[in-house]
Nanobody, 120 residues
Framework: VQLQASGGGLVQAGGSLRLSCAAS????????TGWYRQTPGNERESVVE???????NYADSVKGRFTISRDNAKNTVYLQMSGLKPEDTAVYYC???????????????WGQGTQVTVSS
């Protein structure tokens, strides 16, 4: 299983970006998936997660500005980011709990990261 993240870039404060993360390989189900971010010298932090039933859990710092969605048919999760702030600058990683075959345990997978830079 591979997670391919894309959509990062440079944007001015107040602007928008849409990140995508597509999972490929042998996949029976993806229970939970989401986005994390990391800045140099800091630990990776959760931005938002969405579980298969649609429940979401956003970090307080992004509530009202970021929206997560998933397309189960495409095994893809999206992060629509609006009202971006310089403090949103980070490398964004996608994560997923994947079951490759029914009856097997879930495993955690991470994407390679995509840089988001917000200029003031």
């Amino acid at each position: 299983v591979q997670l391919q993240a894309s959509g990062g870039g440079l944007v001015q404060a107040g602007g928008s970006l849409r990140l995508s993360c597509a999972a490929s390989g042998t996949i029976a189900s993806i229970r939970a998936t989401g986005w994390y971010r990391q800045t140099p010298g800091n630990e990776r932090e959760s931005v938002v997660e969405i579980i298969s039933g649609g429940s979401t859990n956003y970090a307080d710092s992004v509530k009202g500005r970021f929206t997560i969605s998933r397309d189960n048919a495409k095994n893809t999760v999206y992060l629509q980011m609006s009202g971006l702030k310089p403090e949103d600058t980070a490398v964004y990683y996608c994560r997923a709990d994947v079951r490759t075959r029914w009856g097997r345990a879930e495993r955690e997978y991470w994407g390679q990261g995509t840089q988001v830079t917000v200029s003031s």
